[in-house]
């Protein structure tokens, strides 16, 4: 079956960094986009990043760029999301996430979900 499974999620200070991880498996992932979807406290689920299989094309949100990069390695089947100058804000559980090519970046659209790993930015 389609797995999704992240890691690299911590407590860091306020403009400290993590790299998270997500190893995908169980399927062929081409045509597909992977990314990474946050969710605070008492928020709905969020867009953070995404990036093609083919790699050919990223997204990410405002409230990230600049701060955020997602890249992916096929030969390890993984997506990274390397997160520099973090803030409280970023405060979240974040979850990986496969969508086909071509639709919208948004949760009800995802088709596969990874279990999430927490992030906690402490002032």
């Known amino acids: 079956q389609v797995q999704l499974v992240e890691s690299g999620g911590g407590l860091v200070q306020a403009g400290g960094s993590l790299r998270l991880s997500c190893a995908a498996s169980?399927?062929?992932?081409?045509?597909?986009?992977m990314g990474w979807f946050r969710q605070a406290p008492g928020k709905e689920r969020e867009f953070v990043a995404a990036?093609?299989?083919?790699?050919?094309?990223?997204y990410s949100a405002d409230s990230v760029k600049g701060r955020f990069t997602i890249s992916k390695n096929n030969a390890k089947n993984t997506v990274v999301l390397q997160m520099n100058s973090l803030k409280p804000e970023d405060t979240a559980v974040y979850y990986c996430?496969?969508?086909?090519?071509?639709?919208?970046?948004?949760?009800?659209?995802?088709?596969?979900w990874g279990q999430g790993t927490q992030v906690t930015v402490s002032s």
């Open positions: 996430s496969a969508a086909p090519e071509g639709g919208r970046l948004v949760p009800n659209e995802i088709v596969y």
């Open positions: 169980g399927r062929t992932f081409s045509g597909y986009v």
């Open positions: 990036i093609s299989w083919s790699g050919g094309s990223i």
